[in-house]
């Protein structure tokens, strides 16, 4: 199973329902491709009122504090030889007045079609992921705080809600992102998306 990229092992059978584009971003093989980057333009929303609780989340690593359009950005992802069940993301996000964020985390593949998103501190999200009319659709299952072996459940309404990541292939080349998150009693707290294309 090493030599097989880890998104085609979460999603089995289901991989092969994905355009080109979307699989070749996760087009990573160990002992092969270990590294891979996609540019594009994002543009990112949120409500002042979850403020707050976004400083906390980037005091953990995670999110983008951002907000507008236009924003530069540019995505890493790689995989280390001896971790053949953990994709590294990096994310680098730019305003067009050169203020720079960077949002890293690392994947780690855990039964059937789930994965844990980690960022710091312990903090990682339960995603499910499927793919839907040629989709590739993450849903947030819960967060959780990994303290040594012990990992405490965290409903996602005790924070910003419940989250949904979609990519969607618009041609051969590029495919659009679209990032939501939505809270039951306060609706849609945070958003973010864009364009991406492959780099050579």
Sequence with gaps: MKDIPLMQQVLGENWHELPPVIQGHYQLQQGQQTNN???GTM?????????????IVRMMGGLIDLKGGNLNTR????????????????RIIQSPEGKKIVFASRMEYQKC???IEYIGCGFGLYLKLTVENNKLVYRSNRHLWQIGSLRIPIPDVLFLGHATITETAISKDEFE?????????????????????LCS
């Design 37 to 39: 980057v996609v540019t």
């Design 43 to 55: 543009h990112i929303h949120y409500p002042g009122i979850v403020k707050p609780i976004l400083v």
């Design 75 to 90: 995505v890493e992802k790689w995989t280390k030889s001896d971790l053949p069940l953990t994709l590294f993301w990096k």
């Design 113 to 115: 079609n789930e994965i």
């Design 177 to 197: 992102l679209d990032f939501k998150i939505v809270h039951p009693l306060f609706g849609e707290t945070y958003r973010y998306g864009g364009t991406f294309q």
